[in-house]
């Protein structure tokens, strides 16, 4: 039996909440899937701070009140249960991947949803631009950089950016379609040259795969949601709860909502 | 002798350092200015939520560490001494309006900085759309409307507006100048209909004045920036202090920063 990915949000929740452990991309397209950070409330406020620093890198589409596990991006949904797949951290070492966290919900946690870039490659495939990592069956390449991040409290670390290969007659088209969606990392921070960003070597991602370029492609640079969990990692807060790569959040909201006009 | 107000921004700080109080209007034009709202750290959890909840009445420009005093926005400033005049706040009523705030400044305070609308009230003079409070030598008129922010910890309250008349075929212009300005409350929430905000009477607004329609005029309704404050205010933090009205931050941020391509 071929699994076929449900394209109704709630449909898709209630999948992943019956414990289906399967990457959330082709669910329920069209809508916004976001990243998952959950943080004992003690950690959220340096948490909260680093995102309004860095607005590219940590677009935060919405904050819970501590200790709920509802969010407005999806208000029948449970954060608990309805992600495919979870990551636990305990003093920064990751230590589980459940399929639900109801178990480990407390009043003191609270939920951060990232705005993460499934969004824009959508937008950037309805507007004629080749996405050369999804045509190639492969995760983005995402490299950490020489930019430093706005510290926050506890938080800080270098940018973490994605890299995609753009025809040099569609980055003028590339970074229109972006600039219009600031809440999921909006236009490139760099066009051109990874040296300028301290790459060494775009063959060798920090993070994902290497992708290939095709003749005339043109590396274009985002901001990366990767870049908050980078930061908060290497701090190491006491404890943490966030999606398994891949596996994330599923909300009501279309994806339109985030393309300003 | 008239004063001359300083064009630049660090001799407009200067000039209110040592003592000059009066309205910043007109310093250092081209320049954003930011309103300044200043909490216990107890509190400022709930005002960043609130700002994230609610980003058209609340558009944070920066937040500073705890007892830090500097602000991005303006490397050189004092934010104890710098705005030209300040009112401190305790248990929610007004006990003074002091030049400086050096002597109150403690390591527990967290600073707010806040887009306010002088920033846009350029644009649209810019962009041919006649500001009336400005032509009448009034203070823009503000009204509580029957829409609640999403509220934030001890932070809720209804969303206040500011209302400029504007003439109907330049409403499209308005709407469009500040659209690309999210970060001093973007596009309008409104156009039209007061009794659609539950404003039962325009020429008697909540806060500042009466302004006066031409002929062809439409009621376009701005979020403002006297929501978070009055939510602040009617849940009685122990201590705050706040910028006096009009006598705002001169930051060094060119207006144009804030407008999106």
Excluded: K
């Excluded at 003690?42 to 890198?57: E, K, S, V």
Aim: aromatic share 8%; charged share 20%; hydrophobic share 45%.
């Amino acid at each position: 039996m071929t699994l076929v990915p449900a394209a109704d949000p709630a449909a898709a929740r209630a999948s992943f909440r019956a414990g289906l452990a399967v990457p959330s991309s082709g669910w329920a397209p069209g809508r916004t899937q976001a990243n998952l950070v959950v943080l004992p409330r003690d950690w959220a406020w340096d948490m909260l701070l680093f995102g309004q620093r860095n607005p590219q890198p940590v677009p935060l589409l919405d904050v819970t009140d501590a200790g709920s596990y509802r969010t407005v991006l999806a208000p029948d949904a449970d954060l608990r249960t309805d992600l495919p797949r979870y990551r636990v951290w305990r003093d920064g070492a990751l230590v589980d991947e459940p399929t639900d966290v109801a178990d480990l919900w407390t009043d003191d946690l609270v939920a951060f949803l990232i705005g993460c870039s499934f969004s824009f490659e959508t937008a950037l495939l309805d507007a004629g631009v080749p996405v050369r990592n999804i045509e190639q069956g492969r995760n983005v390449s995402m490299y950490r950089t020489n930019r430093e991040c706005r510290p926050a409290g506890r938080l800080s670390g270098p940018l973490v950016v994605s890299m995609r290969p753009v025809p040099g007659h569609l980055v003028a088209t590339a970074v229109q379609v972006t600039a219009r969606m600031p809440a999921v990392h909006g236009a490139p921070v760099h066009v051109g040259s990874p040296a300028a960003l301290g790459i060494a070597d775009l063959a060798r991602p920090d993070f994902g795969d290497a992708v290939e370029f095709a003749d005339g492609d043109v590396p274009v640079f985002w901001a990366c949601g990767v870049t908050p969990q980078a930061a908060l990692m290497a701090s190491r807060p006491p404890f943490a709860i966030t999606h398994a790569p891949g596996h994330m959040f599923v909300t009501d909201v279309p994806d339109a909502v985030y393309r300003q006009p």
